[in-house]
Structures are given as structure tokens and as C-alpha cells.
């Protein structure tokens, strides 16, 4: 595995909770450990998060409503859940939401990452071999970089416009939720926020349509969504 990838655990027993971040960094993981539902979700919004492990009992919000949170702002990023129960209706409930695995308490470290490494090599197979590189029809779009660039014309992106397009890359051809991408870049949901971020985006539409076939659509009252459209 390329290791160094970065992990947010959502475990609410401390014991359990401090044996995975042991273990898992141990195995080369970067890991943040989050003690409630609430902590998880702010602590995905706040990092660059490449995978989830959630446990589905926790206080404050449980591991089923933090995943559906994740999901509106990213289809890809690889989620596990934990839970102490082994009920099929829970499994289903699981992988509805978008769940990528889900493995019953106990469980040995050994299976947890066999079926973790999996997931994340499954994920990185399906058009993710390098998360911070994305083909946006004629264009590239470098995140490490911040750069857009069409043939030899390389455009030089502020970290807003930067984050936004790598939210809608990773998203692509998937509703990105309009509130959940003011939180999670803007840190606000404001009136002032969302008007901001629809200036940034007027911007990105202008630089993209160079390319005639990449739209972000706007769907109204709900969110944006990155497409390429070839005739």
C-alpha cells in the first residue's frame, strides 16, 4: 500500500480507540482519532482525509448520519464501518449510505487491515491513482500545484478556486451539496459565505470554458455538479 495516507478513526470507546491509532499508524497510517460523531465530522471537514473508519454506535451523531454528511461532499472517499452488532438490516443500512465495507465486532487487527487496504486500493484503482491530479476533459488540474492548465497555457489558482475544483473533481458527475461545501471550505454557511463561493465559481466557469465540453451545473437549491459533455 502507499502508505502515509491519511485516516480519520471514529471510535468512542477509549480503549479501543486508542489501540487503533496505535496500531494503525504503527502500520504507516496517518492517523486522527475522533470520540463522538460530531468530533468525526469536523475533523473530516477541517483535514485532507483519504479514508474513514467509523464506528456506528457513537454519542452525538452516529456513524451512519456522519457517512451521509461525508457523502455529500465526496462519493469516493473510502468508508469502513465498525459495529458491535451483526444485524443484516444494519449491514444493508450500511452500505446504502455508501458504506465500502463493514466488519462485526470482534475483530482482529490483522482482518481490520486486510479489509482497510482493500478498500483503499479499490478506491485508488477506480480513477484515483493520484488524488491530486485530475483530468477535467481538456484540461489538468494539478492540487498540489494549483494549477489549471490547457495545452501550454498554465493558470495559477487561488486556494479557494483550488479547493472548490478539487471538491467537484472528486466528485465528478455526483451532486456536491451546496451547504456542506460552504463547511467544509468556508468554514461558514452564511449569506456572505455562499455569495463568495458563487463568485468563485463564476471564475471557474470562466476559466474552464476554454474547454466547451466541462460545465458545472448548478442544481437549484441543492448543490453543483462537475460534468464533461462531448458532443
Known amino acids: 500500500m502507499n502508505l502515509g495516507i491519511k485516516l480519520l478513526v471514529a471510535e468512542d470507546d477509549p480503549n479501543m480507540g486508542t489501540i487503533l491509532k496505535a496500531y494503525l499508524t504503527q502500520k504507516g497510517y ?5 470520540q463522538d460523531g460530531q468530533a468525526a465530522l469536523d475533523t473530516y471537514n477541517e483535514g485532507d482525509i483519504d479514508a474513514c473508519i467509523l464506528d456506528v454506535m457513537m454519542p452525538v451523531k452516529d456513524g451512519f448520519t456522519v457517512a451521509k454528511e461525508i457523502r455529500k461532499v465526496d462519493k469516493k472517499v473510502p468508508i469502513l464501518f465498525l459495529t458491535a452488532k451483526n444485524l443484516e438490516a444494519d449491514k444493508l443500512k450500511g452500505f446504502e449510505i455508501g458504506a465500502d465495507d463493514y466488519i462485526t465486532k470482534p475483530f482482529s487487527m490483522d482482518e481490520l487491515l486486510a479489509r482497510l487496504n482493500a478498500t483503499i486500493r479499490r478506491s485508488f484503482d477506480d480513477g484515483r491513482p493520484d488524488k491530486n491530479v485530475f483530468h477535467i476533459g481538456e484540461f489538468i488540474f494539478d492540487y498540489t500545484h494549483q494549477t489549471l492548465t490547457l495545452g501550454n497555457d498554465v493558470r495559477r489558482l487561488t486556494s479557494k478556486e483550488t479547493e472548490l475544483l478539487r471538491m467537484f ?3 465528478y458527475n455526483h ?57
Open 30 to 34: 496517518t492517523v486522527s482519532w475522533a
Open 169 to 171: 473533481s472528486q466528485n
Open 175 to 231: 451532486l456536491v451539496d451546496r451547504n456542506s461545501t460552504l463547511q467544509k471550505i468556508w468554514k461558514d454557511d452564511s449569506y456572505f459565505a455562499a455569495r463568495s463561493m458563487d463568485v468563485y465559481i463564476t471564475k471557474l466557469r470562466k476559466y474552464l470554458k476554454a474547454d466547451p465540453s466541462v460545465q458545472i451545473l448548478n442544481v437549484h437549491g441543492v448543490g453543483f455538479k462537475l460534468t464533461v459533455v462531448k458532443e
